[in-house]
C-alpha cells in the first residue's frame, strides 16, 4: 500500500494548502477535451507481494455455504445467445473504455492486464469493486473495467450491479434497471430474466467493441433489505449458475465502511479491488475499508482520478501496448 498511502498523504496535504479550493476541478488532467472531466484512473500496488491474494497463510472469509445442491447445473445455466437482448443507450462521457484510444483507455487497459497476470497464478474469475464510502468511483471503476475485459478478444463478460441501495450501472449503460439483482435474491425472478444484453444496431452497424461480448445484471428494485439479501447463500449459487457462461465476471458495490453488502458479496468473489479517490479519499477511510475487507482476497487498490497518472516517472502507470 505504499504508494496508496504516499498519494493519499500527499492529496491530504495538499487540501490541507488550499483549504476551500474545489479539488476535483484542480485535477482535471488539461490534455483532457473540454466538458469532458475524466480523471486518471491508475492501478497501484497490485504486486505480488503486497497482496494477501497469494499468501498460503492467508486466513479467507468463510465462504456462504450453498443451503442446497443445485440439481443440474447444465439444466439451469442459460446459454449466451438466450441472453434477452433491450435497447441500450451508453453513457460516451462515463464510459470512457469504449473509445478506441485516449488515456483512460489506456490506464483501464493497464489495470486488466495486471489482472490478467494474476490469472496465471491462481484460479481467478470474479472480481468484486469495493471503497470505503460513496462517490470514490466503484461504479465508474466496475463499468470500464468491464468494458476493457470485453473488448479483449471479445471475453465474455458479466457485469453485477451489486449496489442493490443505490444501483447505477443502467444509468451508464442506459438500460433497465430491473428486474435484477434484488428480484433474484429475493426470490421473484430466475437468472435467465435478470440478464441482459444490447441489441444490436437496427441499421446493421456492429456494436462498439467492448458492448457486444457484454452481459448486465442490474441492481433491480432499490432493496430496503439490502444487507438480508447480500448475505443470503442465493448468490453464491447464482455465481455457479452463470460462471460457465463468462470469461469474466465484475460486481460493482455499495461502501463498506458504511453497510455490510460488499462484505457480504466479498465472500463469493475470487478477488476485491478497492478504489481509493485522489484529493478525497482520506487515509483513515482506506485503512478501514481494508480493515472491513480483511477477510476477502484483495488484489489491490485502484487510485482514481489522479493527476499525473500518466506520467511513467511517477510508478504509478504503466503502458499495455496490446488490445484486442
Ligand atoms: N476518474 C474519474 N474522473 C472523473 N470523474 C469520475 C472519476 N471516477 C468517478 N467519477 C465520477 O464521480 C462520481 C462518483 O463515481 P461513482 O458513481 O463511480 O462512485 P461510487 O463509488 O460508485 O459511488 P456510490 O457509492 O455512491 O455508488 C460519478 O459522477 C462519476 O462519473
Ligand atoms: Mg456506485
Redesign the pocket.
Known amino acids: 500500500m505504499s504508494k496508496i498511502y504516499e498519494a493519499l498523504l500527499r492529496a491530504e496535504l495538499e487540501r490541507a494548502a488550499g483549504a476551500g479550493e474545489p479539488v476535483?476541478e484542480k485535477r482535471?488532467i488539461p490534455t483532457l477535451q473540454q466538458n469532458d472531466?475524466?480523471?486518471?484512473?491508475a492501478s497501484v500496488d497490485i504486486l505480488r507481494e503486497n497482496s494477501q491474494y497469494f499468501d498460503d497463510n492467508f486466513a479467507p472469509l468463510p465462504s456462504v455455504p450453498v443451503e442446497h445442491e443445485i440439481p443440474s447445473l447444465a439444466s439451469l445455466t442459460p446459454r449466451f445467445t438466450e441472453i434477452k437482448e433491450m435497447p441500450w443507450h451508453p453513457s460516451p462521457v462515463?464510459l470512457k473504455a469504449l473509445e478506441d484510444r485516449g488515456s483512460?483507455v489506456e490506464q483501464f487497459r493497464s489495470l486488466r492486464s495486471r489482472i490478467q497476470g494474476f490469472r496465471k497464478t491462481a484460479p481467478l474469475k470474479t472480481i468484486l469493486i469495493s471503497?470505503g464510502?460513496?462517490?470514490?468511483?466503484?461504479?465508474?471503476?466496475?463499468a470500464n473495467l468491464a468494458i476493457s475485459f470485453a473488448r479483449h478478444k471479445s471475453d465474455k463478460v458479466l457485469l453485477i450491479d451489486g449496489?442493490m441501495r443505490?444501483s447505477?450501472l443502467h444509468r451508464l449503460l442506459g438500460c433497465p434497471s430491473e428486474p435484477g439483482l434484488t428480484e433474484y435474491l429475493s426470490g421473484t425472478a430466475s437468472p435467465f430474466e435478470i440478464m441482459q444484453r444490447a441489441q444490436p444496431n437496427a441499421d446493421g452497424t456492429p456494436l462498439p467493441k467492448g458492448l457486444a461480448s457484454l452481459t448486465l445484471i442490474p441492481g433491480g428494485a432499490d432493496a430496503g433489505n439490502a444487507s438480508e439479501l447480500s448475505g443470503s447463500a442465493k448468490f453464491a449459487e447464482l455465481l455457479q449458475i452463470v460462471s460457465p457462461m463468462f470469461d469474466w465476471i465484475v460486481i460493482?458495490s455499495?461502501?463498506v465502511n458504511l453497510v455490510l453488502d460488499g462484505v457480504n458479496l466479498a465472500r463469493s468473489a475470487d478477488g476485491v479491488l478497492l478504489?481509493v479517490?485522489g484529493g478525497v479519499t482520506k487515509l483513515e477511510t482506506a485503512q478501514r475499508a481494508m480493515s472491513e475487507l480483511k477477510g476477502a482476497k484483495m488484489l489491490g487498490v485502484v487510485l482514481?482520478?489522479v493527476d499525473g497518472a500518466d506520467d511513467p516517472e511517477n510508478g504509478y502507470y504503466g503502458y499495455d501496448a496490446v488490445d484486442a
Open positions: 476535483a482535471v472531466a475524466y480523471q486518471s484512473v462515463q483512460v471503497s464510502h460513496p462517490q470514490e468511483g466503484k461504479s465508474f471503476v466496475s449496489d443505490r447505477s460493482d455499495s461502501p478504489v479517490r482514481n482520478a
